[in-house]
């Protein structure tokens, strides 16, 4: 019986997780907030006004949308990797984008994957995996539509793994670490272009549990913060990110925001509500012990709400079976 709960409770907490992580998805492949992680996290785009950044997103002519039409999101490419036999692999968000200053033809420059995680103790280490990752994402290029043909290894494209770390362990928070590939003269001195070798980079960040919205920083880490840490109506938010970081609140964006605000109480307050239950329970078990009385007149006689009381039966039952 106990186990039955427990696996049912899961399943219920585990619907909220999954639409929460659906909506930071959904989020995330928004192009004004692409634009921003891009401006701070890929070297390419560094001198590039943000405002400039999304029409490197997905860059093709044939794709004519706008903000104003609520098209600002990324089509996205195909998040399941069956590169390797027995070894699929999901990403939560990829995407092509063009480099500045290149060519008119050539529409990808970049692979870029996006990946939120709410923690960083996994078993095992997230940089190790968001290696993996990036092998996957340079491997899965040859003869593929976008990548290279045969040994013009010439053409690999650099790829980006940025990992977006929302609740992590005291220790890491506020950590925003780079990894790359970089170039060390053992002997002879002898320097190779670096777009010869500079093929992938890994981009950790670790919001803090708090900020000072108040100020004058305005970062990305702040921002992300907002969009999926601080404790405010999603009037607010909207209000945080339009007035402080230029997003523009299409009525998609603004749905996004608030969908993200009401799960994340939703999954808070669930929480909270098993605890309340958990205690009174143990409450009523003391007070049966003491009274002799029956369970309803313990919860009575302790003025426990009607509509609690089967929660704390349900639950009490279940520490007997």
Same mark, same amino acid.
């Given at each position: ?30 192009? &004004? ?8 996290? !890929? ?21 004519? !949308? ?8 990324? &089509? ?7 590169? !390797? ?33 709410? %923690? ?6 997230? *940089? ?22 045969? =040994? ?8 980006? =793994? ?38 992938? =980079? ?39 990110? %339009? ?6 609140? *299409? ?12 799960? =994340? ?18 409450? !009523? ?37």
């Amino acid at each position: 019986m106990k186990n039955n709960l427990e696996v049912a409770d899961a399943i219920e907490n585990n619907d909220l997780n999954k639409a929460y992580d659906e909506y930071c998805k959904k989020i995330l492949s928004n192009k &004004q907030i692409l634009a921003r992680i891009m401006k701070e996290c !890929v070297a390419e785009y560094r001198d590039i006004p943000v405002e400039e950044i999304p029409s490197y997103i997905e860059n093709d002519p044939q794709l004519d !949308v706008s903000v104003e039409d609520e098209a600002d999101k990324i &089509q996205g490419r195909n998040v399941e990797d069956q590169s !390797v036999h027995g070894a699929e692999i999901k990403y939560d968000i990829l995407f092509d984008a063009k480099l500045p200053n290149s060519e008119e033809n050539e529409r990808i420059g970049l692979f870029i994957n996006i990946e939120a995680q709410n %923690s960083n103790n996994n078993g095992y280490p997230l *940089t190790s995996r968001a290696v993996y990752y990036c092998s996957r994402l340079l491997a899965k290029q040859k003869n593929m539509q976008g990548g290279f043909q045969n =040994s013009e290894f010439q053409n690999l494209k650099k790829v980006y =793994s940025i990992w977006i770390v929302t609740n992590p362990s005291k220790t890491m928070e506020g950590v925003f670490n780079e990894y790359t590939i970089s170039e060390r003269c053992l002997k002879k001195e002898y320097h190779i272009p670096k777009e010869d070798y500079d093929k992938l =980079s890994i981009v950790m960040i670790y919001l803090n549990k708090e900020y000072d919205i108040n100020d004058d920083k305005r970062d990305l880490t702040e921002m992300l913060y907002i969009l999926f840490q601080a404790d405010m109506p999603a009037e607010d938010k909207k209000y945080q990110l %339009s007035e402080n970081y230029g997003i523009m609140m *299409t009525r998609a964006m603004g749905k996004e925001v608030k969908g993200v605000c009401n799960l =994340s109480q939703g999954i808070m307050d669930k929480g909270i509500e098993k605890g309340r239950i958990v205690g009174l329970s143990e409450a !009523v078990m003391n007070a049966m012990e003491i009274t002799n009385m029956p369970i309803t007149e313990v919860m009575n006689a302790l003025k426990i709400d009607e509509e609690v009381q089967p929660e704390i039966i349900k639950y009490i039952n279940s520490l007997n079976h």
